[in-house]
């Protein structure tokens, strides 16, 4: 018998340094969902990405029981970190926050191209250029 689902969760959390405080600990409880599992659970699962910040889709059913799918980070925290810089320009279109080249944005499509709705990588390649610019991020090359 198939399980009905009763919500569907998006997260962000730390991979491998998930815990039950907030935000990640109001979420769940209010699914029903056993905190403390789905912490050992995503912890262990995430243990190769150590650091990084994930997207996580929770699916819970009316058992209680639940399923999760990690993505991959946000572009925009891809980007900060391939530019080198802690957070984006305040003023995107006056002031540039920090710059990254046409590989480093390749790089980082062909990362996030699982999760993208692009058919192939230079499609992938033009969303990551429009994040960049939302952030302040120059594009050089």
Known sequence: MAKNITKRIKLQAMGAMATPAPPLGPAL???GI????????????????????????????????????????????????????DKGSAKPRTSKAGTVTREQIRAI???KMPDLNANDIEAAMKIVEGSARSAGIEVVG
């Open 29 to 31: 409880g209010q699914a």
């Open 34 to 85: 056993n905190i403390s599992d789905f912490v050992q659970k995503f912890n262990a699962a995430t243990q190769d990405q150590k650091g990084e910040k994930l997207g996580v889709k929770v699916v819970v059913y009316d058992d209680r029981s639940y399923d999760f799918r990690i993505t991959t980070p946000p572009v925009t925290s891809l980007l900060l970190k391939a530019a080198g810089i």
């Open 109 to 111: 499509a062909e990362r």
